[in-house]
C-alpha cells in the first residue's frame, strides 16, 4: 500500500520520494484527511537528505489547510503531546527528527487525547 | 453506602473503602465450589474457551478500581460488574448533569443532581448484586491516590484530564499495578494497556512493559487541548473505548497478568512488553468511509523514564507533599493576552448601546462554529466560524487581496469605512484574537473603524442579558 503513489510526481530534476504520512487524534482535520499517499523531495533546499525534521516543515507549508500551525508545531518542533511513529516504531528508536525517510516508509502522527 | 457480599464471599466487608484487605495475595487461586447463583449468572461466559471455573473464580477474587465515573467509565463499569470482579471501587467527584446522559449510560434522569459515583453503583446493584462496590464520592488527588490504588489489582484510567492520568500512572508505577487506559473526545478514542504485567520501578534487566510516562513524555500544551465540554463528544465513540476498557482489564485478571511475579505459567497471548495503542477515529463527514481503527505498537519501558525507569527519583512520599507538581506539569504557559479596555464592551453594554440607539450602524461577527451558531444567536449577528477566519486571514496574507473579503458579504450601502465591528466567539478569547487579527490585516481601516471584543463572548450574554440563550 505505502508503495503505490496516488500523487503524480513532477517533471523536475528534484527526486522525489513517494511515503505515506497518517493523522490520528483529530490531527487529521488539520490536513484535510487522515491518509496521505505523498511525494516528497528526496533532499532539503541545502542537498541533506530528508528528515522527519524536514517532512514536518514540508506538510506545514504544503499539506495544512488551517493557520493554526501550533497545533502541531511549535518552536520549530513538534510539539508536545504528539506521537510520531516511523514505520509502526516509536521514533525515539529512530532518531527522532534526523531519522533519513526511505521510499515506502510510513510515518503516523497521533496527537494523545484526555477527555473521557 | 453499604455493601452486600456475595454468599461464601472470599472478600472482606468493606465500609466505605476503609477495610479493604491490602492487595497481594486476592488474585492467587483461590479454589471453592460457585455458589448455585455464581453458576447460572455466569455461565454464558464460563464456558467460552479460555474462562472457565479457574478464570471466573479468579475475576471473583479480583479488585478493580474504577476511577471517573462519566463516559468511559459507565461502560466499564457494567462490563466489570456484569463479569463478577468481586471487588469494585468507583472514582468520582462530580454529580450527575442531565448534559451527561447521551454517553455515560450508567446514569439515569431520575438521578441528576445525584453523585455520579452513587448513581452508577445504583445502576450497577440493579445488573449485578454479587460484587462489592466501594464508593469513592471525591476526585483522586496527590494525597489520596497511593492510599485508594493500594486497595485494588488494577486500575482503569477513565478520567478526563492530563494532570489526573499522570498521577494515576505514576502512582501504578510505584505500587505495580496494571493500568488500562483509555480516552476520547469529540470524534476519536484511544486505548493502552500499561504496566502489565506489573514490574518494579528502576528495573531494566530486560524488555518491560512500559508506563504511561513512558508512552506520553509531555502533556500537550493546554491550548492545544480539547475537553468533551469544549469539543462535544459522540457517545458510541467513548462507549466502544470504555467497553474495549473492560475487555483488557477482564482478559489481564482472568490470565492473573495483574500478579506482579517473575514468571507466569501462563503463556501471553499477545507481547504486553511492547502493548499497541488503539487508535479509532470516526468519520461524521464521511459516513460510507471504511472503520477507521487501528493498533500502533509502542515500545516498550524507556531506560530514561521519569517514572519507571533506571534513575528515578519519584517516590509516595514526594507524591504526597506535591512533587511532582501535576497540575503545572500539565499547564506550560499559554498565550492567553488580553486586548485593552477601549477595544472591549460588556456582553451588557454592548446591549443597552443597541437598545438605546448608540450603535445603529455595526456589523457583528460571531466566531463559534457553526454547530453552536446554529443553536442561536443575537439578532443580526454573521457568522464568521475562527477557524476560517484564521485561514481567510493567512491567505489574504500569503497571496494577496482586499483585506474587507474576510468579512461577510453585506449590502455595500450598509458599510462604511467607519462602521464599527463587534466580535463575540464562545467564552471570549477568540474573539480577542480575531479582533487582533482584523487590525493587523488593515480592516480597521487605520483607526477610523472600531474593532470591539464583547468580553467574555456568548457565556456572558446568557448570564447577563438573555438567561434563556441556548450555550452550549
Ligand atoms: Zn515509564
Known amino acids: 500500500m505505502a508503495d503505490s503513489t496516488e500523487v503524480p510526481i513532477r517533471e523536475s530534476e528534484t527526486p522525489t520520494i513517494s511515503i505515506a504520512v497518517d493523522f490520528y487524534g483529530g490531527l487529521h482535520t488539520l490536513f484535510g484527511k487522515g491518509q496521505h499517499k505523498l511525494a516528497i523531495p528526496a533532499a532539503d533546499k541545502s542537498g541533506n537528505p530528508a528528515t522527519i525534521g524536514f517532512l514536518v516543515t514540508h506538510l506545514c507549508e504544503t499539506k495544512m489547510n488551517d493557520p493554526r500551525t501550533e497545533l502541531f508545531v511549535l518552536d520549530g518542533h513538534i510539539r508536545p503531546g504528539i506521537l510520531v511513529l516511523i514505520n509502526e516504531a516509536d521514533w525515539e528508536l529512530e532518531g527522532e527528527e534526523a531519522y533519513e525517510i526511505q521510499s515506502g516508509d510510513n510515518i503516523v502522527f497521533v496527537s494523545t487525547l484526555h477527555g473521557g | ?472
Open chain 2, 1 to 472: 453506602m453499604t455493601q452486600r457480599p456475595g454468599p461464601n464471599s472470599v472478600s472482606a466487608h468493606v465500609d466505605n473503602g476503609e477495610d479493604v484487605p491490602d492487595s497481594g495475595t486476592s488474585g492467587a487461586s483461590v479454589s471453592r465450589r460457585l455458589t448455585e447463583e455464581e453458576f447460572d449468572r455466569y455461565s454464558r461466559q464460563m464456558i467460552v474457551p479460555g474462562v472457565g471455573k479457574d478464570g471466573q473464580l479468579r475475576l471473583i477474587n479480583s479488585r478493580v478500581l474504577i476511577i471517573g465515573a462519566g463516559g468511559l467509565g459507565c461502560p466499564a463499569a457494567q462490563y466489570i460488574a456484569g463479569a463478577g470482579v468481586g471487588t469494585i471501587g468507583i472514582v468520582d467527584g462530580d454529580v450527575v448533569e442531565v448534559s451527561n446522559l447521551h454517553r455515560q449510560v450508567g446514569h439515569a434522569a431520575s438521578r441528576i443532581g445525584m453523585k455520579k459515583v452513587d448513581s452508577l453503583i445504583t445502576h450497577l446493584r440493579g445488573l449485578n448484586t454479587l460484587p462489592t462496590y466501594v464508593p469513592y464520592t471525591f476526585h483522586i488527588n496527590p494525597q489520596n491516590a497511593a492510599d485508594i490504588i493500594s486497595r485494588y489489582d488494577l486500575v482503569m484510567d477513565c478520567t478526563d484530564n492530563p494532570a489526573t492520568r499522570y498521577l494515576i500512572s505514576d502512582i501504578c508505577v510505584l505500587l505495580c499495578k496494571p493500568l488500562v487506559s483509555a480516552a476520547s473526545v469529540q470524534k476519536s478514542g484511544q486505548l493502552i494497556v500499561l504496566n502489565c504485567p506489573p514490574t518494579p520501578q528502576g528495573r531494566l534487566d530486560r524488555q518491560y512493559a512500559p508506563c504511561y510516562r513512558c508512552c506520553f513524555k509531555k502533556p500537550p500544551p493546554p491550548s492545544s487541548m480539547l475537553s468533551c465540554g469544549e469539543a462535544g463528544i459522540m457517545g458510541p465513540v467513548v462507549g466502544m473505548m470504555g467497553v474495549a476498557q473492560a475487555g483488557e482489564a477482564i482478559k489481564i485478571l482472568i490470565s492473573a497478568l495483574h500478579i506482579p511475579s517473575q514468571d507466569h505459567s501462563i503463556p501471553l497471548e499477545r507481547n504486553l512488553a511492547q502493548p499497541t495503542l488503539l487508535v479509532y477515529t470516526y468519520e461524521l463527514e464521511n459516513a460510507v468511509g471504511p472503520y477507521s481503527f487501528r493498533a500502533l505498537k509502542m515500545a516498550g519501558r524507556k531506560k530514561n523514564c521519569f517514572a519507571c525507569g533506571e534513575n528515578s527519583t519519584l517516590t509516595l512520599e514526594g507524591i504526597q507533599s506535591g512533587t511532582p507538581n501535576y497540575e503545572q506539569f500539565c499547564s506550560l504557559p499559554s498565550p492567553n493576552f488580553t486586548l485593552p479596555p477601549d477595544e472591549r464592551i460588556t456582553a451588557s453594554a454592548y446591549h443597552g448601546a443597541r437598545n438605546r440607539g448608540e450603535i445603529p450602524n455595526h456589523l457583528l461577527l460571531d466566531t463559534r462554529e457553526k454547530e453552536h451558531f446554529s443553536f442561536g444567536s443575537i439578532d443580526g449577528a454573521v457568522n464568521v466560524p475562527f477557524g476560517k477566519l484564521l485561514t481567510k486571514a493567512a491567505a489574504i496574507k500569503r497571496e494577496g487581496g482586499a483585506a474587507s473579503d474576510i468579512l461577510p458579504p453585506v449590502e455595500e450601502s450598509d458599510v462604511a469605512e467607519d462602521t464599527p465591528i463587534f466580535v463575540v466567539c464562545r467564552r471570549g478569547l477568540d474573539s480577542q484574537e480575531a479582533v487582533e487579527k482584523l487590525k493587523e490585516l488593515g480592516v480597521n481601516n487605520g483607526g477610523k473603524r472600531r474593532i470591539v471584543d464583547i468580553v467574555g463572548g456568548m457565556k456572558a450574554w446568557k448570564d447577563e442579558v438573555d438567561p434563556a440563550f441556548p450555550w452550549v
